[in-house]
């Protein structure tokens, strides 16, 4: 148990849907992270997020909205996406902003944009 | 800026033998250096990491990796696989003074029974 959830853990959606992944985090950090999993590929950090400020957007489309309402929870909002999104969406947090602390990862959602 | 890069994307290797997954790591300042795993179906979970002091460091279920600053790497070890140990394996490094962090590709680790 990582401490870390995710939901849902699968999704599928066509490309004129609007769709959101939650990720909570029980761990009491102050970091949260959204991150994109694709094959073959390093992981791709998309937005950082630390005591609820985003810090960090890493050129990420604007069909990607990210929403941190408190410490413990993320969002990440969806609407018209293109194939080349399908990928697993990792969330993930840490105690601080900090390059030597642990991240702690949920489970991923898988989406599929057909 | 920080890289990182596994060389091996799939690595086979039967049950009980020795394993060594490469992982070598570009920086012009001090790093932390990491390995995470991730379990079929799961997200990544720490294996260990190395912030400083002593360069060789353990996990819990017998993998170590050593800080070769001269060589750039940090290559991850187990003397004997078991079929539990089949997921896949980042190596990722962070720049002092710079909280993000870099994952490499990934290497497959595959046991033969």
């Known amino acids: 148990e990582t401490g870390v959830t995710q939901t849902p853990r699968h999704l599928v959606m066509g490309m004129t849907n609007k769709k959101s992944l939650k990720c909570e985090q029980h761990?009491?950090?102050?970091?949260m992270y959204w991150y994109k999993q694709s094959a073959k590929k390093p992981l791709e950090l998309m937005f950082v997020?630390?005591?609820?400020?985003?810090?960090e957007n890493n050129s990420v489309p604007s069909r990607f909205s990210p929403e941190c309402p408190n410490s413990s929870h993320l969002f990440l909002h969806l609407h018209t996406l293109q194939p080349e999104d399908s990928a697993l969406y990792l969330c993930?947090?840490?105690?601080?902003?900090?390059?030597?602390?642990?991240?702690?990862f949920g489970p991923g959602t898988r989406l599929l944009v057909l | 800026a920080q890289s990182v890069t596994q060389l091996d994307s799939q690595v086979p290797v039967f049950e009980e033998a020795p394993v060594e997954l490469r992982c070598n790591y570009s920086?012009?300042?001090?790093?932390?250096l990491f390995w995470y795993v991730q379990y079929p179906n799961q997200g990544l979970q720490l294996l260990l990491k190395y912030l400083s002091g002593s360069t060789l460091v353990e996990s819990i279920n017998g993998f170590e990796a050593e800080f070769n600053k001269s060589q750039t790497s940090f290559h991850l070890r187990k003397p004997s696989v078991h079929i539990s140990d089949t997921a896949e394996y980042f190596c990722?490094?962070?720049?002092?003074?710079?909280?993000?962090?870099?994952f490499g590709t990934g290497t497959r680790l595959t046991i033969i029974p």
């Open positions: 761990l009491g950090h102050n970091a």
């Open positions: 990722a490094v962070s720049e002092t003074g710079n909280e993000k962090l870099t």
């Open positions: 997020y630390s005591l609820e400020e985003r810090v």
């Open positions: 993930a947090s840490s105690q601080d902003l900090a390059g030597e602390e642990t991240q702690y």
């Open positions: 920086s012009s300042v001090s790093v932390y």
